[in-house]
């Protein structure tokens, strides 16, 4: 199959500069752009200024890829697939990685989610979805505890409360439906059960049809150690999570994944792109969390450093599906795997994930480098920009994700940190318990 030779990677984070490097590592040599992209991401495919983060970003951005023979577009970030650009590349004869707007509903409306997996008998939480937040009190006043309340639509991951006391709950109806604290996200509510079990994420790359697990991850959400403090877009994560058991793996793969993709192709929706599980593997089985609909961040950052294959040609054989030649489908694709452990630390500006200072100079690159063997430490940047005098300087919350290989986890990890001493910043902090035994 010809691979293609301009490709495009839409956003600006520590996902994308994963993405690009991984597409750029191609034995094709491709052509890499990235819009809006970031400091690193700058050394590493031209940057394209422009954020397709609205109906008219996105024109913008078709007309780019249309005026510049773009002939692969890959969409890191959920929101523009939500806004439909992957429908917008498609109806103008481009050749995107990312689902339609109608499929990228499983991670945009929880609601729709429920009622997907309801539909399609798959198992998650026993749920009901309110509009009327006297409606939403009145279930809430009796159902057991804890209880889960979700707002429906995006909420950069905060739009969870689990709460074990009725007061909680009653507080969180009213924080959705009442004062908006989510805004439209909070349109609606879904209330369900609390599920106990192991939390377990599998992202599979797929066509609509065939799928290709991609390697387990573990990902750290709370903003501090052990787990406290509020939830963050994710502080680090590593890879491979504790091994799941091949039985385990395929009674996902067999219970959810693919009755999931079958539902999508009932309902006339082609998705093709990445679906992203979010379980709960309980007594009674797995059960569906959430769906996202587009890579993790930041486990895409060890998952896709690990990555010996070639990323260009899985994510060429996802688009091509039953067009590929027969040897070199989705599902004849076997991915290779550095078997040593990678772990990613995010460095945060200080007050993330509420309010920070941004332009502040970041240093000690040089010096992180020298800190470890070469190939085996990667500096992924995410809230990233250059300053004035061409200095690398923060520009958003997550700042860099410093990623380390290691014979064992517990050496990706002191490597990882002993980068990480060497940079510096105004206010920098991180998580000190990432991959850290237990
Ligand atoms: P979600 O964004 O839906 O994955 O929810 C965020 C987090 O909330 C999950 O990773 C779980 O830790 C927790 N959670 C969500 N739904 C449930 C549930 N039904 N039972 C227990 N925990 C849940
Ligand atoms: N790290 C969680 C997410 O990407 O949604």
Redesign the pocket.
């Known amino acids: 199959m010809e691979l293609p030779r301009k490709v495009l990677v839409v956003g600006g984070g520590g ?1 994308e500069h994963a993405l690009v490097s991984a597409l750029a590592a191609s034995p094709s040599r491709p052509a890499v752009y990235c819009a809006p992209g970031n400091a690193g991401i700058a050394a590493e495919a031209e940057i394209v200024e422009l954020s397709p983060d609205s109906a008219v970003g996105i024109e913008r951005l078709l007309e780019f890829a249309r005026s510049s023979a773009i002939d692969l577009t890959v969409v890191g970030p ?1 929101a523009p697939l939500v806004l439909g650009i992957a429908d917008r590349f498609e109806e103008a004869g481009l050749a995107v990685f990312g689902p339609p707007a109608a499929g990228a509903r499983l991670e945009g409306s929880k609601s729709f989610t429920k009622e997907f997996l309801a539909r399609h008998h798959i198992a998650t939480a026993a749920f009901e979805v309110f509009e009327e937040a006297a409606d939403a009190r009145r279930h809430v006043e009796s159902c057991p505890l804890p209880v889960v309340l979700k707002a429906d639509g995006l909420a950069a ?1 905060k739009g969870v409360i689990v709460a074990r006391e009725r007061r909680e709950a009653l507080e969180a109806v009213d924080a959705i439906l009442l004062e908006r604290r989510f805004g439209e996200a909070g349109r609606k509510l879904v209330v369900e059960e609390f599920l106990e079990g192991a939390e377990l ?1 599998l992202m599979v790359i797929t066509d609509g049809s065939s799928y290709l697990p991609l390697e387990t991850a573990q ?1 750290y ?1 709370a903003a501090y150690d052990g787990g406290l403090g509020p939830n963050t ?2 502080m680090g ?1 590593f890879s491979p999570h504790r091994p799941l058991g091949e039985p385990a793996m395929q009674r996902v793969l067999q219970s959810v994944i693919r009755p999931t993709l079958a539902g999508l192709r009932e309902e006339g929706i082609a998705f093709r792109g990445v679906l ?1 599980a ?1 379980l709960m593997l309980t007594r009674g089985g797995p059960r569906v969390l959430e769906f ?1 609909v ?7 950052q060890p998952i896709l450093y690990r990555l010996r294959s070639d990323f260009l040609a899985v994510v060429t054989a996802a688009l091509a599906g039953t067009e590929a030649p027969p040897d070199e489908t989705l599902a004849r694709q076997v991915l290779e795997w550095d078997p040593r452990p990678a772990v990613c630390v995010v460095a945060a500006s200080g007050g993330y994930p509420g309010s920070y200072r941004k332009g502040l100079r970041i240093e000690g690159f040089d010096a992180a480098f020298q800190s470890t063997p070469p190939g085996e430490l990667k500096i992924f940047h995410a809230g990233t920009a250059r300053g004035p005098s061409g200095e690398v300087v923060t520009a958003g919350g997550r700042v860099l994700g410093v990623t380390a290989l290691g014979a064992t986890r517990e050496e990706a990890r002191r490597r990882a940190y002993r980068a990480l001493e060497e940079i510096r910043f105004e206010g920098m902090s991180y998580r000190r318990d990432i991959a850290a035994a237990e």
Not at 294 to 300: A, Q, S, V
Request: aromatic fraction near 6%; charge should be negative.
């Open positions: 996902r959920e991951g994420s990902d959400t877009g994710g994560a992203y979010g996202n587009r890579l993790g961040d930041p486990e895409t």
